[in-house]
């Protein structure tokens, strides 16, 4: 569920860290590939320290229904923001077959 911090534990070759979703709010968005959704916004974080130690952001947004698509992706970086959209979308077959999130049937 996307209404409280999920923790993931992360192997990275002998080392494990922690990775943080955490909700950071709602947000309407109109003009998607998926047409005008809800989406929930959530924040990635880590606790992982050196190399990979985080030091930009990365915030997703994902539909705010059953299919949890990830629709848009923003990671800020030292150099700019960059931005992701999902273009596309196509249930899969047994899905689609049975009318189910939201695919043809």
Do not use: C, Y
């Not at 192997?11 to 860290?17: A, D, I, P």
């Not at 130690?53 to 705010?64: A, C, H, I, L, Y």
């Not at 992706?73 to 030292?78: A, E, G």
């Amino acid at each position: 569920e996307l209404d409280e911090t999920q923790r993931f534990p992360i192997f990275s070759g002998s080392e494990t860290w922690t990775l943080e979703i955490v909700p950071t709010g709602r947000e309407h968005l109109e003009g998607t590939a998926l047409g005008d959704v809800d989406t929930r916004i959530v924040q990635l974080q880590t606790a992982h320290r050196g190399d990979l130690e985080q030091k930009g952001s990365f915030t997703v947004w994902v539909t705010d229904d059953a299919r949890r698509l990830p629709i848009r992706m923003v990671v800020k970086t030292n150099f700019g923001p960059i931005r992701a959209d999902l273009v596309a979308w196509e249930a899969p077959v047994a899905l689609a077959e049975s009318g189910g999130a939201d695919g043809p049937g």
